[in-house]
């Protein structure tokens, strides 16, 4: 599976958007990109997911460049709740394999 | 409901003792994972399994031990071997099917302390 590389906190306020930027430069071209999030203590939750178009579901928006080289999590409008650490982890389809997660980001969001 | 379900949630061993964490999924799924995680670090993985009766180790596998007897099911061994046990153990399981975009579904986690 691709390595990726995502920046170690970020700080938002609260009711604006968090954009989380991830860089996955090995992907290949049957691996889907995944963002996770923990809450401190829990274990991760899933958020979303997507292979090459951008996605939306309730909680996020994920976007995918054309190259697929990276992508960005966006959380429209961050709550204190969104507090947490991001994953951004690459898996391939119907695969399993050693799946790696890095540090994540850190997300604070404040008032 | 489906899910993972890891037990105990709360372990304290002496030293030089091993235990065992509980990881069971009724998700129906094939590959099941054990991950570490210490304070303010990431996941690190310790073994996984893709199918029933065959594990891989991870990337820090030493001092751990694992079985996979039965499809539902991935016990996880701290044996006296490890160095420093005192963690965030967690548990996660996906589905291998073909066309199956191979979500992971996380436990709640086992807190390890070593006395």
């Known amino acids: 599976d691709a390595k990726t590389t995502q920046p170690p906190s970020m700080d938002c306020a609260e009711g604006r958007a968090a954009n989380l930027p991830c860089n996955h430069s090995?992907?290949?071209?049957?691996?889907?990109v995944y963002w996770y999030r923990q809450i401190h203590s829990q274990g991760p939750q899933y958020i979303i997911h997507g292979l090459k178009n951008n996605e939306t579901n309730e909680m996020a928006s994920l976007i995918i460049t054309e190259d697929r080289k990276s992508s960005t999590l966006i959380l429209p409008h961050a709550t204190l709740r969104d507090t947490a650490v991001y994953y951004c982890i690459v898996m391939g389809a119907g695969t399993a394999s050693k799946l790696t997660f890095g540090t994540g980001t850190r997300l604070q969001v404040t008032l | 409901d489906g899910g993972i379900t890891q037990s105990p949630k709360y372990l304290f061993r002496k030293e030089g003792q091993n235990v065992t964490l509980s990881c069971e999924q009724n998700?129906?799924?094939?590959?099941m994972y054990w991950y570490r995680q210490d304070p303010g670090q990431g996941l690190r993985l310790i073994y996984y399994s893709q199918i029933v009766n065959d594990f891989q180790k991870g990337d820090i596998a030493e001092g751990y031990s694992v079985s996979r007897e039965k499809k539902e099911s991935f016990p996880l061994t701290v044996t006296s071997a490890q160095k420093n046990p005192t963690a965030f153990y967690l548990c996660?399981?996906?589905?291998?099917?073909?066309?199956?975009?191979?979500?992971?579904?996380f436990g709640e986690g086992s807190r390890l302390t070593v006395l």
């Open positions: 996660a399981s996906t589905r291998t099917a073909r066309l199956n975009t191979g979500e992971l579904f």
């Open positions: 998700l129906n799924h094939d590959a």
């Open positions: 090995t992907i290949s071209g049957n691996e889907y």
